[in-house]
């Protein structure tokens, strides 16, 4: 996925400039241009750009050169590691839990559904506090180590995505009922961690943002989005839609396995109540209740596991027929979604084919939200400057002093100033002609 799909959409673009701005300059830049609707941590991006720090510089060091996208491949490598490092932990729990059959179900499902393999390298916050939601996933799983689990969604909700709250709270619960976890224990570990993780983004974001008062991101998203209802200018969805279009999308045929699974009252109650939470709000995301996916796959491998050992062969083949039918259509959805970054395919050709330097690009609106991010960039030392001022005319930026422009269709009129260097197609749609 990683490989088929290099280039990066607008949503992902705040902490991957930001992890640009740590590597290439030490300090934060492109928030003060672009701050976004609300101001998000930067805690996540300065840990993962520390991560990419070494071996990016050794190997520009080794190369002589600034490797440009193979920077931004790296840093999605080392967020994508990070995921993966997370639901292995989650395999191997399945395994000593549930047995190797349950494994390797718990494996096929996670492989062959398309959203979290794809976003698994991606810098969206979703997926950057997702490898915290399954390492507590695989602690809660052995049966140990509670106060981990508790300490690990505490810290992602309170840093990078306060959601996870709406998740803790049903599995905290749960925990004590079934007697997982002391009182003591639950609330100290709350405690310490919660401490710890809100004094950590009060003082790296209040800092980077410049705020005059003390800022908590999270707090002041829940205040902006939930309170204030301002999630809705993004689109509002009825109250069903996770239910009905985004679980069955993001989890495919792992769902109706792990609604009949022998363990489902231990998997499914607790994300279950975190759907119908979310489902309250107006604005709806697959992404906003990705977490669910490593619990839905966990009860059906387990459900899966029953069906294979009763050695009926109806049941065998339809296990492995939905298996194989999850792959073919990842395989199909990952091709069409490479197509879908038609600014990062321009900015990469225009590279290509302009060899010298004092090149002064502007980049319209369309192509900085389908690929064309800051790693995608040379440095200003080659002599490259670009530009992002939304709304210029052709007529502004023939008086505005660029040499080349990133933009859109300007229609079948012939320019007289401007020349077409390259076409690049974005995607539209499937079709089918029947």
Known sequence: HL??????????????HAIYDILTYGELRDHRT????????????????????????SLEVLFSKDLALASQLLVRMVVGLANVLGL???QNAMKRRFGSTAETFYVLFTV??????????????????LPLVTYALAWILERRRPRRAIACLVVAAVIVRAEIALLLAPLAVQMLVKRRISLSALVGSGLVSGTLALATTVVVDTYNWRWETALWPELYSI????????????????PWDYILKHLPKLTTFALP?????PVASEFLVAPGIFILAMSALAHKEWRFIVYVVPFVNVAASVSATALWQTR?????LILIGGILGCAILSTFLSH?????YPGGTAMQILHQRVPYSNVHVHICNKAAQTGASLFTFRRMEQGWVYNKTEHLTRQDLARGGFTHAVVEDWGAEKDKVWDVLAEVKGFAGVKLQL
């Open 223 to 238: 205040w902006f989005n939930v309170y204030e209802g301002k999630s809705a200018e993004w689109g509002v969805s009825p």
């Open 112 to 129: 062959t559904q398309f959203h979290v393999p794809f976003y698994a390298s991606r810098t969206l916050p979703n997926m950057l506090a």
């Open 34 to 57: 672009f701050p976004g609707a609300v101001p998000r941590s930067f805690v996540p991006s300065m840990f993962f750009g520390f991560l990419a720090f070494f071996p990016i510089n």
């Open 336 to 340: 069409v979604s490479s197509l879908n």
């Open 88 to 90: 292995v932990a989650v």
């Open 312 to 316: 009926n062969r109806i049941f065998r």
């Open 3 to 16: 490989y088929n799909a290099p280039f990066t959409k607008v949503e992902e673009s705040f902490n991957l």
């Open 257 to 261: 396995l792990a609604l009949v699974s």
